[in-house]
């Protein structure tokens, strides 16, 4: 993901996987993932996901979201 950010900056990087854990979703953002969702997601909000990367926002599946939201501790 930073080797494609170095040479394409402008890229939109939306995580599609299974992987649930914490130190995944925070790499993930760290390395500069614009969104992170799960394979779970309904084909309904995976293309709304998609929609709202290309728009700059930053979409996470909702399990993801509350997990680490600093209110989930």
């Not at 969702?37 to 728009?55: F, G, M």
């Amino acid at each position: 993901m930073k080797l494609l950010l170095d040479v394409w900056p402008a890229s939109r990087i939306l995580i599609f996987t299974i992987y649930e854990d914490d130190k995944y979703v925070f790499d993930a953002l760290k390395y500069g993932a614009m969104g992170y969702i799960l394979k779970s997601e309904s084909p309904e909000n995976i293309l709304a996901s998609i929609r709202d990367v290309l728009d700059g926002g930053v979409p996470m599946s909702r399990g993801i979201a509350i997990k680490s939201s600093p209110l989930s501790e």
